[in-house]
């Protein structure tokens, strides 16, 4: 005879995230990482820029975060950046364009960033 299991008994499986949850006020909102278009350092602070126009300012460094973010959706192109390599639209040299914001790939950064593009033709 098999013993009957219930949900307890197992450990719960760790899930790959696919999205954050930020504190606002009292409540945590949570934020579909398919929503963020990239990450800008300020200092001590961060902004977080959303579909729509909108951005948060979180109280946090890039550092802090980037634990946070999934390594499927983000890759650091900056020391403060970090895109959501999906919502990419362009790029030219070493500057990539989402939506009409402009964003710099430093040096060390380029060539993971390149590797994340299915490119026809030579970018240089």
Request: one cysteine or more; proline letters at 5%.
């Amino acid at each position: 005879m098999i013993a009957a299991r219930s949900l307890s008994d197992e450990a719960p499986a760790k899930r790959s995230p696919h999205s954050i949850f930020i504190k606002e006020k009292e409540r945590f909102r949570k934020i579909d990482f398919t929503a963020i278009l990239f990450v800008e350092a300020s200092g001590s602070y961060c902004h977080l820029y959303l579909e729509g126009g909108r951005y948060l300012t979180l109280s946090f460094t890039l550092a802090e975060i980037t634990p946070k973010l999934s390594a499927v959706f983000f890759q650091r192109v900056h020391r403060s950046y970090i895109v959501n390599v999906d919502r990419i639209d362009a790029f030219i040299g070493n500057t990539l364009y989402i939506g009409q914001h402009r964003i710099p790939v430093s040096k060390r950064h380029r060539p993971e960033v390149m590797e994340q593009f299915n490119i026809l033709g030579n970018p240089r």
